[in-house]
């Protein structure tokens, strides 16, 4: 199933009566809609009711990250990203899942400036 443009998406649920508001989309970027009093991204939901429909493709093993000392705040520091990687797979709230991923990257800035000489 091919994935249908964003602009299509916005297109039809204009026709529906949706109302475009002037906010953007922290996910995606594209501009929020008010549906039934409610402000929603209909770029991201419609998107989400294609991935419930297609068939989970196989989770992509977590590359290899080079190991510190055991014991070491290197090592806590790679344990805690793996586990924040693992959650993201599974996290459906969109908002939650940029939080943990924020937190990866915080991480990830913790690492290599653990690792400078």
Known sequence: M??????DIMADYLLKGGKMLAKECKVCGSPLFELKG???????????GQERRAPAAPPAPAPAIPVAGEGS?????????????????????????????EAVLAGSEALRLLRQP
């Open 2 to 7: 091919t994935e249908r443009k964003s602009e």
């Open 38 to 48: 409610e402000t929603v991204c209909v770029v991201c939901a419609e998107r989400r």
């Open 73 to 101: 705040a290197g090592a806590a520091i790679e344990s805690a990203i793996t586990a924040l990687c693992a959650r993201v797979e599974t996290e459906g709230d969109e908002r939650r899942c940029l939080t943990l991923m």
